[in-house]
């Protein structure tokens, strides 16, 4: 008989994502540690989503919810607000869980009450499910991880596990922006709650074809939003000499693919020099400033 009260809930938000999403349920399904519920959220697909989660329908545990399309960041608080177990856990429609992902990274949540999310490390697969390449060395802050985290989203969003109380009492995905919502979250709940890693792949990421490409222009203005945004609703949070730090990583890697993807090397160069007001010392930046600037004495001499 399944427990009627579920340890972890797990929010599954799709749009047209039917020929991967019984994967990922199924994923879920078959973990090796399992008292839990899963919430489908079909943001308006117009594929056969519908047709394919009748496969679960006598499953007690899976529960498929429609919606007009509004965007993931509405999908995802409506599953939230279905959910009844004591954590929250994400899968993307086209990603999986591996088996043990809910044995290996729930003990950790043991260490303390103010452990409030629990992260692991992600591993590529190929759109036909083949291994890709090597994930790179997981950062790995622990505990207090605000400062760490404004420089860089080191959380990736589908291998956390939240406390369930964290968002009752600091809210869920802030419905203002479309993306860098998990980044918003996680440094909302970092003011409150400490953070734990567990060092092995728990999640399993399909990659696209071109996928550097897609939108990092929205991307970027969301996630400089996003700094703003937190800097004015927590003044005095950030150091100073890490807020300088923060907004040189983000200029320098917004300039990099503004010559790496669409070949823009004079805003490239003008994200350099953004960044390394910010941080002089910043190699990075400088790197790119001195390409941009030998493309562009190439260009002359042609």
Known sequence: MVDSTPEVSVIVATYNMAQYLPLAVRSILGQTRAVL???????????????????????????????????????KNLGISHARGAFIAFCDADDLWTPDKLEVQMPLF??????????????QILPDGSPGRPAPPAKSFEGVVTNDLFKCNFVSFGTAIIRRRCIDELGAFDERYRMGIDWELWLRLSTRYEFAFADKVTYLYRVWPGQMSHNWRGRYEHEFQIMRDFLGKHPGKIPAAVERAAYAFTYARRG??????DREYLNGFKDACRSIFYLPTYAPAWRIMARTTLDAIRGVAR
């Open 110 to 123: 043991e260490r303390s009450a103010n452990v409030g999310v629990v992260y692991a490390r992600k591993q």
């Open 256 to 261: 990099r693919l503004r010559v790496l993807v």
């Open 37 to 75: 519920e899963v919430h489908v959220v079909d943001d308006g697909s117009t594929d056969n989503t519908a047709e394919v989660m009748r496969e679960f329908a006598n499953d007690p545990r899976v529960h498929y919810h429609w919606q007009q399309n509004a965007g993931q960041t509405k999908a």
